[in-house]
């Protein structure tokens, strides 16, 4: 792999991470899905998992957040290949792109495309939502945004039902490394009464240097920009708890207040990596509504008090480390 490809891929968080990896390494990408009418949520997880002793497969993971049910999928790690200078992974006859999907497996078809995307910042000192972190090698779990929101259209077929997407709503993240975070909250909704509106935010116990520290990062995109709350930018975590209800994130930067408190529904058991092999579990739910404020300080402005519909919230982990 070329120099320039490495700082390509440090700069461009979408792109395959693993290609010098080959034990205790997971990489995989998010694909969240809803329709027009709000009747179908789904999500796609295409992804590799590599671990301790260089076993390696690659995988489809299927959520379907209205029936609570998910499925994963097994390939041999040669069915899996990704291109060095753009985002396009193919797992045997389906591939997955910034831009497009195809599914093409006897559990699964279809073609999705996706239209007005909405990536995270990137800039010379703060590669994406990871900021200078992404320049530390040694962290457990790294994260990236593909898209914040953008519009669907087409439409696949699963255990036998047809599912039309067209102009529905979708979001897109990654996550690679060799393990998720030991405790963390994520949340994210597109669908707020202005459709111009997506919230993501995470709260993570995060490994460093023998310690540890409570990391998080919220973006806001609001009026065509993403306001940003992360551990990085100064921000502040003023509040962060889960009980068996609700999630309630409270963060303030320099300009703005962002209060989220999200319900919990019934989740769905997802595969999660553990040392690189997607050995662990973790409960995800796409029902889940959050209540979001956010406030210009400044300009004493409410510039959001809304219900973000279709929300994905995850809670897991040992919790207590990261309530305050």
Known sequence: ??????????????????????????????????????????????????????????????????????????????????????????????????????????????????????????????????????????????????????????????????????????????????????AYFWMQSNHFTNDKISVKASVAKIPWLGTSFIGFIAGIWINDEIIQFTTYNFSKLKRSFADENEVKLIMENKNHYLEITASRESATSLASPIGGFMDGRINESMTDTLHVKLIDKKKDVILLDDEGRNAGVEVAGDIQQIII
């Open 1 to 182: 792999m070329s120099l320039k490809n490495s700082i390509k891929r440090l700069y461009n968080s979408d792109l395959y991470h693993g290609s010098r990896r080959s034990k205790r390494f997971f990489e995989g990408w998010y694909f969240k899905l809803i329709s027009a009418d709000e009747s179908s949520a789904l999500a796609l997880i295409p992804g590799v998992a590599m671990d301790e002793n260089g076993k390696q497969h690659a995988f489809i993971q299927i959520l379907d957040g209205k029936k609570r049910q998910a499925e994963y999928i097994k390939f041999t790690f040669e069915s899996f290949f990704a291109q060095e200078d753009r985002f396009l992974v193919k797992i045997g006859e389906s591939q997955f792109s910034k831009n497009e999907v195809i599914l093409n497996h006897e559990k699964i078809k279809g073609h999705l495309t996706f239209s007005k995307t909405i990536p995270w910042p990137s800039t010379l000192f703060s590669p994406g939502i990871m900021g200078p972190f992404s320049f530390f090698p040694f962290l457990e779990c790294y994260h990236g945004i593909v898209s914040m929101n953008h519009i669907i259209n087409g439409g696949l077929e699963y255990k036998n039902k047809a599912y039309d997407f067209t102009n529905g709503k979708g979001y897109a993240e990654k996550d690679w490394g060799h393990s998720f975070p030991e």
